[in-house]
């Protein structure tokens, strides 16, 4: 048996080790190369790459972010399964990520920086945490753990889900409707969503307008769920006070966009939630296992729900 | 009854206000004007402003830190006792800033933005958290919660104490010998030390030499404890990686510091553990009460042993 692989990640050949590793020493041969394997492991690779992979069954993606597999599907056959990559250590280092960008804002240090950089020493106060609503958007693999380690430094979590849920320690909103009750008191709404049509272009103006003035974004989802047009409108209009963002529309971003200049907005190149190659390929690997032996699939990507 | 105060915060009136308050109404008067008080409290008071308070038996500190109230112990009159400021408000605020500036540094965010400058894409990677120790020097009423933040996000942390402890549940090293052992291993080494004479300059080129090369280093303690010379000369070889500063010898740090400059170094004013007004002056009331009502102390200072 083989794999085959694609991703265009600067780590490809640590993966591609990592794979063959957990895999007992099966070959991961290129996705470009075609052939006879019943699986490939990708992370946006191209639809025609997959023309000559005859006896294709599965395909996992390489991340949590599952579109890339979805955009596939139209042009493959139908009875292909996809499988998203879900790994504990990812879970943790989103949670991290959201953590460090949000305490950056609430205790100030981008606004220390600035001062610094004009030799201006002035004490700015804050907030306590416990006085600070953060709104969690998705409650996912992904937007759980970031939920849990706001609320674990002290901070007041309200959540927002597709469907109605009461099993956390903390409130789920729900629906469309429920969106304006969970992001309306926030200081720092926080978007974790996976991109389907109900979530494309979410973060723009209407959303803005539910929120509290100077609330700060947050998105560490996809970048197609943000209008850029509009969170520039609403930073000259002062209904956010910024944003950190991690996804974009076009990555990596290009160097005439007008977000890479504002002081308000910190540009992270998508690493909120970085995949670790060993325990990744081993979470993968199993997945596989389980899939060749049994043909269950733990985390099955659903093309009629979009995740 | 009276209350003589003293801070030249930018809060004073709102300090002033709210010890009014949580006394029952009692009148807060300038220590410069002197009086009949038993009680002063107080930030940086200059010691010729308490020659004018004949009945004084007690001085407060507004903040955690008590070297400023030691510094005045050899002028007053040897009964009059002493009360640190303790505020679970104030340790989570010192909490939150230490997992901040650690976070910011951990997940690349500085170097981010220095990208962010240059509208340049590029993925920078990291370790996970369960695989870097953090060396949380001083183990008391703030360096405990900083230690057990640390923790809970996911650190390997260490402690290390002047007197062996076992109570926590992180290993904790004292004394001069085991400082190396503290801190041999830790990407981080975050100092919330009091200022004692073992303390003062206890970040300076010898520690530096301990410590793991690229590590990086945290001071919310005293400027006093930091030889910044030192610092300026680990930085320029390459043996530390940066630092985050919260405490100066000279406060406002003076324009003309060669540290505001070094982009390696994250500069606040001060603000890592901000008093909190109105849970912080209950705190005071209910010290100076116990005092008052049965001479007790909960929170007394000891110039034996400095803290």
Known sequence: VSLLFHTAWE???VW???LRDALDGEAV????GGGEADVAVVWNAPPRAFAAVPRLKLVCSLGAGVDHLLSLSPVLPGDIRFSR????????????HVLAVVLRRHRNLDLFERQQRDRHWRRLFHDDAADTTVAVLGQGSL?????AAL????FKVVGWARSPRTDLSWPVYSGMDGLHEAVAGAAFVVAVLPLTAETRSILSAPLFAMMRPGAYLVNVGRGEQMVARDLLDALDAGRLSGAALDAFESEPLPPESPLWSRREILITPHVASLSNPAT???????EICRFRSEGIL??????????
Chains 1, 2 share one sequence.
């Open 85 to 96: 990559l879900v790994d504990p250590v990812m879970a943790e280092r989103m949670a991290l």
């Open 143 to 147: 937007g759980r753990p970031v939920a």
């Open 11 to 13: 780590n490809a050949e």
């Open 298 to 307: 733990r985390n099955e990507v659903f093309c009629d729900r979009q995740y």
């Open 151 to 154: 609320a674990a430094a002290g």
């Open 29 to 32: 041969e290129p996705l470009e």
């Open 16 to 18: 591609r080790a990592a």
């Open 280 to 286: 990744g390929a081993r979470a993968i690997a199993a």
